[in-house]
């Protein structure tokens, strides 16, 4: 099991920029996948970036060159740096992980652990 915690969530005008930082509980087995969703009031939760563990990155396409995902191993941390925040942006973000080799999609299914999401509110 991993326990995931994610931090960095507030509130922006548009136009600005915050980071979330997730945190596991241990390091994850080397064909991880980490991902971040979000969901906005009333809606589905949907992906919004993963990173799999060649470092690749795969990014929703309302996020593409705003959004940034990275990951530190060493400190089992994996970070999403968010610019241009739009208001649109706003929801509850959640930070996931998956164990599963090869598999690394933009959708809750492809993943097994959560974090109790993080609130991210663009006005």
Known sequence: HVQLV??????VQAGGSLRLSCVASRSLYSG???GWLRQAPGKERVGVAA????????YADPVKGR???SKDNANNTVNLMMNSLKPEDTG???CAASERS???ALAE???????????????
């Open 51 to 58: 990173i799999d563990s060649d470092g690749i990155a795969n």
């Open 6 to 11: 994610e931090s960095g969530g507030g509130s």
């Open 102 to 104: 090869g598999i690394c």
């Open 32 to 34: 991880a996948c980490v």
């Open 109 to 123: 299914w492809a993943f097994t652990y959560w974090g109790q999401g993080t609130q991210v509110t663009v006005s």
């Open 92 to 94: 509850t973000y959640y």
């Open 67 to 69: 959004f940034t995902i």
